[in-house]
T-cell receptor, first 112, second 119 residues
Framework: GQQLNQSPQSMFIQEGEDVSMNCTSS?????WLWYKQDPGEGPVLLIA?????ELTSNGRLTAQFGITRKDSFLNISASIPSDVGIYFC????????????FGQGTTLQVKP | DAGVTQSPTHLIKTRGQQVTLRCSPK?????VSWYQQALGQGPQFIFQ???????QRGNFPDRFSGHQFPNYSSELNVNALLLGDSALYLC??????????????????FGDGTRLSIL
């Protein structure tokens, strides 16, 4: 079945540093989404991408939909302590599905 | 503007029992999807409901069933509970559309989930 490979699995960085994480798939996706999940809460949508090559920003977050439609990355600039959490990529194979396929998550820890 | 709400927040059951979880979608949304999230994993798609019908199903056994009501709220039922059913169950809502329409894609928004523990 379809799988998303998300990396790195975890990151421990200093406050103020930039962060980059990515997801790759063996299948083509027509939608890429990035979510953040804090302990005891559900995933919160950060950025949604719908077109190959699309680059979208949300404050200090920037995400891109890969040209091959098989990958996406998320960058966080000038990290702050509240960026701590688990980041998930998720994709949809086509517009004829409601199913989101999730990556395994990237756990981010920020040292003040 | 209320987001996606789920109840209960926590639940403890024993093997063989049955459980019902509830979800109210975000205001203006009419489509509800359910996901199972095991500890340390990403969410896994169970099924999606649109116009009170199951529109798509993931790789889960028939013990997992659901329902959507006319007010768009939804229930997830799990019968004959197994230890492996222990997980966080997430509900996500979105604005439905006819499949095949590429414009104005509507992303799914999640509730905080129900933590189900099986003893």
């Amino acid at each position: 079945g379809q799988q998303l490979n998300q990396s790195p699995q975890s990151m421990f960085i200093q406050e103020g540093e930039d962060v980059s994480m990515n997801c790759t798939s063996s299948s083509i996706f027509n939608t890429w989404l990035w979510y953040k999940q804090d302990p005891g809460e559900g995933p919160v949508l950060l950025i949604a991408l719908y077109k190959a090559g699309e680059l979208t920003s949300n404050g200090r977050l920037t995400a891109q939909f890969g040209i091959t439609r098989k990958d996406s990355f998320l960058n966080i600039s000038a990290s702050i302590p509240s960026d701590v959490g688990i980041y998930f990529c998720a994709g949809q194979i086509s517009s004829n599905t409601g199913k989101l396929i999730f990556g395994q998550g990237t756990t981010l820890q920020v040292k003040p | 503007d209320a987001g996606v709400t789920q109840s209960p927040t926590h639940l403890i059951k024993t093997r063989g029992q049955q459980v019902t979880l509830r979800c109210s979608p975000k205001s203006g949304h009419d489509t509800v999807s359910w996901y199972q999230q095991a500890l340390g994993q990403g969410p896994q798609f169970i099924f999606q409901y649109y116009e009170e019908e199951e529109r798509q199903r993931g790789n889960f056994p028939d013990r997992f069933s659901g329902h959507q009501f006319p007010n768009y709220s939804s229930e997830l039922n799990v019968n004959a509970l197994l230890l492996g059913d222990s997980a966080l169950y997430l509900c996500a809502s979105s604005l439905g559309r006819q499949w095949g329409e590429d414009s104005d894609n509507q992303p799914q928004h999640f509730g905080d989930g129900t933590r189900l523990s099986i003893l």
